[in-house]
């Protein structure tokens, strides 16, 4: 037979009340009593009667996280860091992948998941802004990354232009002048890219330095192989880069391959930025310098602004998110 609440309660010495405020994800529990409780509920092999529970709370306890891509570095650390924060609230992560596909993202915008779940974290790469302004669905909804034209909806996100401003501003102090930009999508509806490359432009005009066409390489995706490519063509012209910003750590670890394949020394000849700081850059010869999002902080950020919302409907804010740029040895 399952052990119910009041097993655990009499096990470890406590309350019913207790166990339920542990088993709920309660924050307000005493360490101690937290540990002997969950001791007890390990013991016992307790399991919550979720059937009952949704019943009894008008809630599920599941909620969805929608990323374009599961095997992007990026948004993997980013997953598992949601799934790390929610179990600790007493919430499971169900994991949504689009691959940035636009009819992808409108039928789980319009709720394709509502009815399993309390919420939803979505980081959208192809809806457009009058797609979100459109959502009928009413399960709270907080949007991941930059995209235009998302009044009315809450959204976590780092400043874009700061940072990149940020890491531009670092090569210039180099003495970097002949700085490339690798990672824009001028046909995408993420303004991720485009913040970015915004804020880039804005560290080369404080130095009194012009935007150069032919050093803003835009790519199709954000992968290692893109970037790959991108820094071939780039190194192959009549007047290559003494420096290159990258708009993410993939991008930039295929760039970083490219010059190795050209037999140009990093950071020597050739210096270099990504962003994201994901564990391979990390880990990489040489190691990464990179943007480092707060992907902990943008989590908790998240799931904050999801429990108001579900708790009762409020006013949608835009949160700012911390970064750091971390130098490491391609600079």
């Known amino acids: 037979m399952n ?22 994800g309660f924050r307000y529990v005493a360490p101690a009593t937290r540990e002997r409780v969950q ?12 059937a009952a529970r949704t019943l009894r709370r008008g809630r599920t306890g599941l909620v969805a996280l929608v990323i374009p891509e599961i095997d992007s570095p990026y948004f993997s650390e980013l997953a598992a860091r ?22 992808r993202e409108t039928q789980l915008l319009h709720g394709r998941r509502s009815q399993l779940v309390d919420g939803v974290l979505f980081s959208p790469w192809a809806v457009a802004p009058a797609e979100l302004a459109s959502r009928t669905d009413t399960a709270p909804l907080v949007l991941l990354g930059e995209h235009d034209g998302t009044a009315g909806v809450d959204h976590v996100a780092i400043d874009n232009v700061a940072a990149a401003r940020e ?24 303004a991720t890219a485009r913040q970015r490359l915004a804020g880039y ?19 199709p995706r954000l992968h290692r192989a893109d970037g790959h490519q991108a820094m071939l ?9 003494d420096a290159v910003f ?12 490219a010059a190795a394949d050209r037999g140009v020394a990093v950071p020597d000849s050739l210096a270099l930025v990504g962003f994201d700081d994901i564990e391979d850059g990390r880990f990489g010869v040489p190691a990464l310098t990179t943007v480092s999002p707060d992907k902990d902080r943008i989590a908790e950020l998240a ?12 006013s949608p804010r835009s949160i700012v998110a911390p970064y750091r740029l971390v130098v490491r040895e391609t600079s």
């Open 3 to 24: 052990p119910k609440l009041r097993d655990v309660a009499e096990h470890a010495g406590v309350s019913v009340r207790t166990v339920s405020n542990v088993v709920n």
């Open 39 to 50: 001791a007890s509920i390990d013991a016992l092999g307790y399991r919550p009667n979720m």
């Open 82 to 103: 949601t799934v790390r924060i929610a179990e600790a609230r007493g919430l499971t992560v169900l994991i949504d992948q689009t691959d940035g596909d636009a009819e």
């Open 167 to 190: 890491a531009t501003a670092h090569l210039l102090a180099r003495g970097r002048r002949r700085i490339a930009a690798v990672g824009s999508q001028p046909r995408s509806l993420n």
């Open 201 to 219: 432009r804005e560290a080369l005009a404080e130095a009194g330095l012009p935007a150069e066409p032919e050093l803003e390489v835009s790519v």
């Open 233 to 241: 063509r780039l190194l192959d012209s009549p007047r290559p880069p």
């Open 246 to 257: 990258c708009f993410t750590d993939e991008l930039a670890l295929g760039a970083l391959r």
């Open 303 to 314: 799931l904050d602004r999801l429990a108001k919302q579900m708790a009762s409907p409020r």
